[in-house]
């Protein structure tokens, strides 16, 4: 079959495969991304970054300011897992991954949960259509923002606080772009916060979602976090795009990969809705050390992570493409390595553009 000519639509994607599976994963995505952009008429220019825990226990170095400034002139960044046993928890996880999402203001993590024929989790107990939901939760502040101190360190007088900072116009902002892409959807949005006890924040969220909602003719319901974490296991097609804080979202996430076929399958978009900078897609399922090099593992979360990342981009056919390519090797029994994998998702990618 011939493949159509590339037009002038053209994107730069900073990649930054990371450490342990990240490579492995990521490269597959790109094959995928390439094969469909060849096929759907548009070009992507890869710039390599060198960056993770290899690179820090290399180098010391963690998000070098040059390299940042390249990244913003970049479209997007397709990141693999940062991450390493000889790496002491925080480093990489506030000192690259939160100060990209501050930098960049990535004030939106979306986190798509989407059951799919083929895979474990709640496969059984819930009709496909009941788990089809998406997770929108606020990027850049509550618990996360790093307010909030330790004194009197190592004595018995140690207090340590964090504080969890909400401000009218993070909220409003997250809740409009849950309230835009539900209207989009199903038009329900469901807020998810814990308004009984934490009363301040939990009362500027509710306020906010309910002022936006309405003005997006959007159905706003509410449930407190841990009555979620119920409905979201027995009933979760009550759900269909939920809105909440960061740490709740943190939280919820997971919950609803593991009720999808684990965080191997779940993708994830940081995204700057206003496109002042790029975006940062990554699958969830971490670095992985001990399978890594293996071939083992699967690129099924970075391959959907770059599909929100193309339907970012603007291009919704080709991140349709690269979803229904994922669904359809899936259902047909998982490959047991990463190659098979890639040869899998190729062959189905040509079978669609056939189709």
């Given at each position: ?33 390439d094969?469909v ?46 991450g ?6 925080g ?104 308004t009984?006890v ?21 159905t ?11 409905y ?6 009550r ?7 960061n ?26 809705p ?38 970012h981009l603007g ?22 390595t ?18």
């Open positions: 079959m011939s493949e159509p000519n590339v037009s002038e639509r053209g994107y730069v994607v900073a990649h930054l495969p990371g450490d342990g599976i990240g490579p492995e994963v990521t490269a597959v995505a790109r094959q995928c991304v094969a952009a060849a096929r759907r008429g548009f070009s992507v220019e890869w710039r390599p970054v060198t960056l993770g825990a290899e690179h820090y226990l290399a180098t010391g170095e963690v998000l070098p300011d040059p390299v940042l400034d390249e990244l913003r002139k970049t479209d997007a960044v397709l990141l693999g897992a940062v390493s046993p000889q790496v002491k928890p480093v990489l996880e506030r000192g690259l991954l939160l100060r990209l999402r501050a930098e960049l203001d990535l004030y939106v993590n979306l986190r798509p949960s989407k059951l799919r024929a083929g895979v474990g989790g709640a496969v059984g107990k819930h009709q496909l259509s009941d788990l089809d939901l998406v997770i929108v939760r606020e990027n850049t502040e509550g618990l996360y923002a790093g307010a909030g101190g330790t004194v009197h360190k190592g004595t018995e007088f140690e207090s340590a606080t964090e504080e969890s900072l909400n401000t009218r116009a993070g909220v409003a902002r997250c809740v409009a772009y849950a309230a835009a892409l539900a209207a989009r959807r199903s038009g329900r949005l469901t807020l998810v916060h814990k009984n934490l009363t301040h924040a939990g009362d500027l969220w509710q306020r906010t979602a309910t002022e936006i909602a309405a003005q997006a003719g959007v706003l319901d509410y449930a407190h976090v841990d009555a979620a974490c119920l979201l296991v027995d009933d979760p097609g759900f269909d795009v939920i809105v909440t804080d740490l709740f979202g943190d939280i919820l996430s997971d919950l609803g990969a593991a009720l999808t076929g684990g965080l191997g399958l779940a993708p994830s978009g940081n995204l700057n206003g496109r002042t900078g790029p975006s940062v897609f990554e699958p969830v399922h971490g670095s992985a050390p001990d399978i890594a090099g293996k071939g083992l593992a699967s690129p099924a979360g970075a391959v959907l992570s770059s599909a929100l990342m193309l339907d291009e919704e056919q080709a991140g349709a493409d690269l979803d229904a390519a994922v669904s359809a090797v899936l259902a047909a029994g998982p490959p047991g990463t190659a098979q994998w890639a040869q899998a998702l190729l062959a189905r990618l040509d079978q669609a553009v056939e189709a």
